[in-house]
């Protein structure tokens, strides 16, 4: 079979993971809302599968449950500031890695279809249009907005029927996280495993 579609996942794929900045986002955005940091980190990462699924239509509603959680009244002025905190610090997550645009370009001059695939919350594809991918990845799907997340071979359908491609003609490029190449597999895809220093090789990828 030709492959004639590569999908790709981002973090840890198209960009690094940025584990290491959330501590010092969540202590920036508990500060400008006057609550505990350790109560807000809390609450706030019990949310990710909420915001990962689409369960709020503003970033500023994700924030909002949270503090009700809390059973804190914020004013909109210090919503406002822990959202652009929050957009600042993921919009230097969204830089490309080395390669990763030249990469894309590539495949495209090519004649390649482009796709991405990506467990995320909903400032990712609020960023997404003013990114350096925008222009290089002809379909991106995110979770947040599809109601749909990897593993489920949903997912990977929704991706081949936007791309109008066969799944047998599609490599799926991923670092391997929650299962995601094992899906992809099994859904037909050519999975290929992208070797990511936060974890060891083919984590969670069978």
């Keep these: 079979m030709k ?102 370009n590539q495949l495209k001059r090519h004649r390649y279809k482009t796709g991405l695939l990506s467990n995320c919350s909903l400032e990712i594809p609020l960023l997404w249009p003013n990114t350096d991918f925008a222009a290089a990845i002809d379909t991106p799907i995110f979770s947040c907005l599809a109601r749909l997340k990897k593993p489920d071979e949903r997912i990977y359908h929704l991706a081949c029927e936007r791309l109008g491609t066969k799944p047998q003609s599609c490599l799926y490029v991923a670092d391997g996280e929650e299962y995601e190449l094992a899906a992809a597999d099994r859904k037909g895809l050519q999975p290929v495993l992208i070797r990511s220093p936060a974890h060891p090789a083919g984590l969670r990828s069978r």
């Design 3 to 104: 492959f004639e579609t590569v999908i790709f996942d981002l973090f840890g794929t198209l960009v690094n993971h940025f584990m290491s900045s959330v501590g010092q986002m969540h202590k920036q955005m508990a500060a400008v809302l006057a609550v505990p940091y350790e109560q807000f980190n809390s609450r706030w990462n019990q949310t990710t599968e909420m915001r990962v699924a689409g369960a709020f239509a503003t970033v500023e509603a994700s924030i909002e449950h949270v503090l009700s959680e809390m059973n804190v009244d914020a004013q909109a002025e210090q919503i406002e500031q822990a959202v652009a905190i929050r957009m600042e610090y993921i919009k230097k997550a969204l830089r490309p890695k080395a390669h990763a645009i030249s990469t894309l």
